[in-house]
């Protein structure tokens, strides 16, 4: 098993940034994929970004392309998404996400098998 736990939310103003980690124990993390999605009031969960178990590989919604950088740490297992130029339409919860076999993407989220319980980014007009 895996467990993750997300740190660095909060408020922001319109085009400031934030970093968000999450901290992985458990089982050998460098062999999982890692990632982020958020969930807004009254909408559905979103994939948001994602990551190989290397780090070398990355994907990004398109809403997110540009603005946010997803890396990781093995040494230190941590998975971390820089998001800059933050708008208030990414105010959400963000959760991480981990697993060995299912991609992580929107359809998938039922598959994911390792989430954190969430930290909220609010972004403010």
């Known amino acids: 098993q895996v467990k993750l736990v997300e740190s660095g939310g909060g408020l922001v103003q319109a085009g400031g940034s934030l970093r968000l980690s999450c901290a992985a124990s458990?089982?050998?993390?460098?062999?999982?994929?890692a990632g982020w999605f958020r969930q807004a009031p009254g909408k559905e969960r979103e994939f948001v970004a994602a990551?190989?178990?290397?780090?070398?590989?990355?994907y990004y919604a398109d809403s997110v392309k540009g603005r946010f950088t997803i890396s990781r740490d093995n040494a230190n297992n941590r998975v971390y998404l820089l998001m800059n130029s933050l708008k208030p339409e990414d105010t959400a919860v963000y959760y991480c996400?981990?697993?060995?076999?299912?991609?992580?993407?929107?359809?998938?989220?039922?598959?994911?098998?390792?989430w954190g319980q969430g930290t909220q980014v609010t972004v403010s007009s």
């Open positions: 996400a981990a697993d060995q076999g299912v991609p992580l993407t929107t359809a998938t989220i039922p598959l994911i098998s390792h």
């Open positions: 990551t190989d178990w290397s780090g070398h590989t990355t």
């Open positions: 458990g089982r050998a993390f460098d062999n999982y994929g």
